[in-house]
């Protein structure tokens, strides 16, 4: 893994996808197509969850079960028919993001056939938002202090290997809840892809960030700030871009 790439995906045509969006198709369509076999009670698929679990938090390909998983595939074949191919730091990046989040659906839908885990539009800012909210009736300021933390230590992470163990913390908290919360793994792969940029990475900061504070919804009404929201936020001046969407980044980062 490189984290020390200079440039961003911006070689690519006008009308051909860049990296990032090839690592949130990847992951997308292997997790739509395997999420539904699962809740039919396919053996396959219930296998091939149970072996994505053992490589949750961990680098790709060093869980030798794992190798020629079908994410990594669709991804090398979408990276192979690109005009411009990659560098090797990038192919490796794009990889590791795909199996991060794949592994970390795989942990999250782990004996849940109530719901569908992998929804997209629901980003990690907001999952963890909606996670303080479901234990609001019974929590204290010090609980959901503690919370939000959580998604700062994933903000503030140096490492990849840092990353991981933090969102495998947050997953195994949204998986515990009665209530269904699901995340969106594609957004968080193609994230995670760019994150490994050190150019790229304050942009995912701030996307992770701004989740959190736009989906603060009523309690921001009651004008009640507490003082890890003044704190020990990643970037509390930051709003939603005029179309609606985060980060500001552009189709290449």
Wanted: net charge positive; charged share 30%; proline share 3%.
């Amino acid at each position: 893994m490189s984290t020390t790439s200079t440039q961003t995906d911006r070689g690519a045509g006008k009308d051909e996808p860049s990296v990032r969006e090839l690592v949130e198709r990847a992951t997308h369509a292997y997790i739509a197509q395997l999420q539904p076999r699962y809740f039919n009670d396919d053996p396959a698929a219930v296998a091939e969850l149970a072996r994505l679990r053992r490589g949750a938090g961990r680098r790709a390909h060093e869980v030798q079960d794992l190798w020629g998983i079908g994410a990594l595939e669709n991804l090398a074949e979408s990276l192979a028919k690109k005009s411009k191919k990659p560098s090797d730091a990038r192919r490796e990046n794009a990889e590791e993001a795909v199996f991060l989040a794949s592994t970390l659906w795989a942990l999250h839908q782990q004996s849940r056939r109530d719901h569908r885990t992998h929804t997209r539009g629901k980003d990690l800012g907001g999952a963890v938002r909606a996670l303080i909210r479901l234990k609001e009736s019974a929590r204290t300021d010090e609980e959901e202090s503690t919370l939000r933390k959580r998604l700062v230590r994933v903000g503030t992470a140096e490492s990849l290997q840092s990353v991981a163990v933090r969102l495998r913390e947050i997953v195994m908290l949204l998986r515990a809840q009665s209530e269904p919360l699901s995340l969106d793994y594609a957004r968080l792969a193609g994230q995670l892809y760019r994150w490994q940029d050190r150019n790229a990475r304050a942009g995912v900061q701030r996307e992770w960030g701004r989740e959190f504070h736009l989906a603060a919804g009523p309690r921001a009404k009651k004008g009640k700030t507490t003082d890890a929201e003044k704190g020990e936020t990643i970037d509390p001046t930051l709003s939603a871009d005029e179309d609606g969407t985060y980060g500001g980044h552009s189709a290449g980062e």
